[in-house]
């Protein structure tokens, strides 16, 4: 039997790969959260791995808080950077598979059309560069891996744009949403039946790819949206980034390319208003 660790198990895409996981009797998931392994204490990688036999390690644990991250990037740097190394080593050493999910952050939002694996990163926040950094120590350590970026995460759990807009719409009549930052959205459950078809698969296609639902839509109108399929009234209110002040930058244009998990993986995404229908008719949120 397959057995894959997934770190960060309480985040969105870790609690989506436990529900997922229920589909795949065939494989065995050691889920751990924090509490359960310090992924930033290097003795307690080195010490775990040897005696558990994994096949895969998913790494779903981040440092995430973007704007925070400008004041503490030592933490998100030690998260997203060191912690990453260990498992890397840790991987490597004990002949893993490493699966290690990064973030369409580490690109400047500059290009006009969607990003490819190509496409060199530049990173202009804390958060992105932190994430870069673990995506080079994987690199350089291992041959075996699979780097998997993505954009715009929403799931029925933890804090994100979805629930975000839901709650707002029975707080409010009126509400302000960014209309100059262009991305693709991305339902976690979507990301985890990928990650689980690189492993039921045996994928030997190592590299980096990029998932996320296809298509693109602006914060603004994916809010338009997701009122509109909920049947919530709400006036929305299109405004630029500027008009936030936020702490970090934000990449004005993130959308990820699907051409390559198509050609070389050919794995089909859905699209993006597909999900969210899926999500929000299923009553998940």
């Known amino acids: 039997m397959t057995k894959v660790l ?9 609690r989506c790969l436990r529900d997922v996981a229920k589909e795949f009797p065939e494989l065995y998931f050691d889920f751990k959260d924090s509490k359960d392994l310090d992924i930033t204490n290097k003795s307690n990688i080195e010490d775990f791995f040897p005696s558990q036999a994994y096949d895969y390690c998913i790494n779903c644990a981040a440092y995430t808080a973007v704007d925070k991250a400008e004041q503490e990037s030592d933490k998100a740097f030690l998260v997203n950077g060191e912690a990453v190394k260990y498992l890397a080593y840790a991987c490597n050493k004990n002949e893993v598979v490493f699966i290690h999910i990064s973030t ?11 990003y490819t ?19 080079q120590y994987v690199q350089e350590i291992l041959d075996n891996y699979f780097i998997v970026r993505t954009s715009w995460v929403y799931s029925e759990y933890g804090n994100n744009f979805v629930k975000t807009m839901l709650r707002l719409a029975e707080e409010r009549d009126e509400i302000n949403v960014v209309g100059d930052q262009i991305g693709s959205p991305t339902y976690a459950g979507d990301l985890a039946k990928f990650l689980i078809f690189l492993i039921n698969t045996k994928s030997q296609k190592f590299g980096t790819y990029h998932y ?8 603004y109108d994916f809010a338009i949206e997701i009122f509109s399929l909920a049947k919530r009234s709400v006036k929305v209110n299109k405004i630029k980034t500027r008009d936030f002040k936020l702490a970090a930058l934000r990449p004005t244009y993130s959308s990820l390319s699907g051409e390559k998990i198509l050609n070389f993986l050919n794995y089909e995404r859905i699209f993006w208003k597909m999900a969210i229908v899926k999500v929000l008719e299923g009553k998940k949120l």
């Open 104 to 114: 369409d952050f580490v690109f400047d939002g500059t290009k006009k059309d969607p």
């Open 6 to 14: 997934v770190t960060g198990a309480n985040g969105q895409l870790g």
């Open 117 to 135: 694996e190509e496409d060199e990163p530049n990173p202009i926040s804390v958060y992105g560069a932190s994430k870069l950094k673990g995506e």
């Open 212 to 219: 996320s639902n296809d298509g693109e839509i602006s914060w």
